[in-house]
């Protein structure tokens, strides 16, 4: 029995030597130990999880960091450049060679040449000693003087169609204000001081339809061209007697006549068949008689085109006149009392 005991001891020291002398855990480290072997790191508790330079290591075990992540089977197939390439939508785009396109050529920039139209032959100077284009509005074919302390009418460009110089100091209409002007259609003088235009101012120009003299201070009216369709003379002091016999006579395309506000004694006769409209309200007529409208000879002839007669504003009573006015489609606007 002593031999047995003696043996076993024997037995005990020797593995004592043979063991290599272990380190002793204290209570924290089997703590920290039993947790990381019983309890996943999925419910690690975070709140209580201290982490700092202090503990860092009692926390991780950097030795067998590998074992607890599953990198060790990893890390032994993954070479030096095999990295499988990013597939998520941030990957950094490859860069591309952008092949540079030829620079289209810019053009020299191209001159455009105004043709202004040609000036009138006595010159392109106006009395205020400036270019018509400067001291007027000159767009396309038209030329716009309104208002611009004009005293006789400016030199035209032959192109000018349209000739408006309104409210202007104008007091006298010469021959050679127009001249070579075949292509004006249209002038426009209204509110002006016009008291004496030359016989030949308008007569000569073949391609005019309107003349628009209202508001200034005509005792007669000047020769038309017969190519006059409107003739607008209201409120000046045209007399009868400035109006010759024939004025009208020859005019075939009159049809806008209007004299209101002058200061006529009686109807000017003839009237041009075509005539559509006649204002003759405002003056002094006091009678008329049989043929002033219609051809008392003739008791079928109908004047279809005149409907549009206004005597209002004048001494006469025109129910005096019955037969003046059969052959009018309308009667005339006035005092039938």
Known sequence: MQAAVMVGAITAVALAVALPTLPKEDGKQKKERHKMDTAPYGNLDLDNYDLNLDNYGEVIDLNNYEDIYGYGDLASKIEVGTLPRPTNS????????????????????????????????????????????????????????????????????????????????????????????????????????ISWVDEDSFQLLPSLQELILPENKLTSLPELPSTIVRLDARFNMIQSEGIGPETFTDLKKLQFLHLSNNKLDYIPVPLPEGLKSLHLQNNNIQSMHEDTFCNSRDRNHIRRALEDIRLDGNPINLSRFPSAYFCLPRLPTGRFY
């Open 90 to 193: 941030l990957e950094k785009p490859q860069s591309t060679t952008v092949v540079p396109t030829e620079t289209p050529q810019r053009s020299p920039p191209t001159t455009t040449t105004i043709r202004l139209p040609q000036p009138h032959p006595s010159g392109a100077i106006t009395d205020q000693g400036l270019p018509t284009c400067l001291v007027c509005a000159c767009i396309s074919t038209s030329v716009y003087c309104d208002d611009s302390d004009l005293e006789t009418i400016p030199p035209l460009p032959l192109e000018t169609t349209y000739f408006y110089a309104r409210f202007n100091h104008i007091s006298k209409i010469q021959a050679s204000d127009f001249i070579s002007l075949a292509k004006l259609k249209r002038i426009d003088l209204t509110n002006n001081f």
